[in-house]
């Protein structure tokens, strides 16, 4: 599907619930799985990939019941039922990454597929330390289809090369059936939903600065409720403070520290940014956001930023490309190991609205502010984030822009276009 994108002359205004976390949402759906009884989970994202995680744990014997669109019970037997059928993650590393450390720790011998884009993907960076754990894994060079045989595994003291909040969740829910105690240490704090909710559910997991140890435990089932996706909310944010004359208010997102990087280099550039309402829900703090248009001056984003942030990379580009001074993004090599490469596919999409943007190994450094131009077709290559971020660069843009293979939006948001015209 194209989608055809117009300058946006007025502001947008008024007030929106954003969506559920996907991230919360995945975890909330494994872990009640892994909980014997009956768990109840609302807010329920709408996202393709959470229902991929939904799917795999019914086709694995757990009983999932709709009270309505978005609440559901989980009634899981405490173990799961072995497949002569794979299991298909579709588009989801989330799905792939975690399940199989569940998966591993169980003795569950199965094979995990996704689509051609997740086939891409690499998994060396999981297979790795479960090997070391005593995990039988086979792939093709390190990608999809990965068949897991059913192997002992003991527990690790495991020192990742890189903060990735995928990374640590497989291994410490590979640990979470092993005897003794597994540990994780980061180069930098990745989001930290997995850590957040095995404790609400009664999981031995403690965490130390950038290390997190988990001892083999029982979940108990709960109620989860799910808060809004910051990384949804994102989009929204970039848009009000570029569009003038916007000024809006997102309701119940969630503000965990470990994803809130989008708030921090906004507030760097000068944003006029406000948190009402703050709460906690299910062990997640979550509150409103209020944006106004805003005169941006440029920043540098590096560093221990960068895993708070590493989804919303591609809309700060275009954030960026209206501040005023050179912003510099480094440390960021693995967004090209994303749906897409996002350093390239980012840098070349803005070059042709007319972005100063230039690319970098890890990153980009962008001059501003510039003026888009729009007035050209551009790419998705099949990657979600990339679609909606050129959404809101078409928004300042006086030409009207075509963005190609824009159904991608819905894998992760479909509620995306109906929430921004309601603002319009």
């Known amino acids: 599907m194209d989608k055809k994108v117009k300058k946006l002359y007025k502001g947008l205004n008024g007030s929106i619930k954003i969506p559920a976390d996907k991230s919360i949402s995945h975890r909330a759906i ?5 909980a014997k009884g009956k768990s109840t989970i609302k807010n329920f994202s709408k996202g393709q ?29 405490g173990k799961f039922n072995s497949t002569d059928t794979p299991l298909d993650c579709g588009n989801s ?3 792939m990454r975690l399940v199989s450390g569940i998966l591993a720790g169980i003795e569950i011998p199965t094979v995990l597929i996704g689509d051609e884009s997740l086939s891409k993907r690499p998994m060396k960076r999981i297979i790795e330390p479960l090997s070391l754990m005593g995990a039988n894994i086979q792939s093709t060079d390190g990608h999809a289809p990965l068949i897991i045989q059913k192997a002992p595994l003991h527990s690790i003291n495991y020192a990742s090369k890189l903060a990735s909040a995928q990374v640590k969740s497989c291994i410490l829910l590979a640990g979470l059936n092993t005897d003794g105690t597994t540990t994780v240490t980061e180069p930098s704090i990745s989001r930290n939903h997995t850590e957040l909710m095995l404790k609400y559910m009664g999981a031995d997991i403690n965490t130390n600065g950038k290390t997190v140890s988990i001892t083999k435990s029982t979940l108990e089932p709960k109620t ?26 997102l309701q119940n997102v969630g503000l965990n520290p470990t994803r809130t990087g989008i708030l921090e280099v906004c507030r760097a550039m000068g944003a006029d940014i406000e948190i009402l309402n703050q ?40 954030l960026a490309t209206q501040a005023q001074g050179e912003t510099r993004i480094t440390d960021a090599k693995d967004l090209r190991n994303k749906e897409s490469d996002r350093i390239t596919v980012t840098v070349n ?8 943007i230039e690319e970098l190994d890890d990153g980009f450094v962008i001059q501003g502010k510039t003026q888009l131009r729009g007035g050209v077709s551009l790419e998705t290559f099949h990657d979600h984030r990339i679609a909606m971020s050129l959404f809101v660069a078409g928004l300042i843009c006086p030409q009207e822009i075509l963005i190609e293979g824009f159904e991608w939006a819905g894998i992760s948001f479909p509620e995306f276009e109906e929430l921004f015209n309601s603002l319009m």
Do not use: H
């Open 49 to 77: 990939d959470p229902n991929s995680t939904l799917k795999i744990f019914k086709q694995l014997g757990v009983e999932f019941n709709f009270i309505d669109e978005q609440t559901l019970t989980v009634v899981s037997p």
């Open 279 to 318: 709460t906690i829900k299910a062990g997640e703090p979550v509150g409103d956001i209020r944006i106004k248009y805003s005169s941006l001056k440029a920043c540098n984003i590096s560093g221990e930023t960068i895993p708070k942030l590493i989804d919303e990379l591609p809309v700060i580009a275009v």
């Open 224 to 249: 989860i409720e799910i808060c809004g996706d910051i990384s949804s909310a994102a989009y929204f944010i970039v848009a009000a403070l570029i569009v003038p004359g916007s000024d809006v208010i």
């Open 349 to 356: 999409a803005l070059k042709k609205l007319g972005a100063n």
């Open 30 to 34: 494994m872990f009640s799985s892994l």
């Open 93 to 95: 590393g989330t799905t």
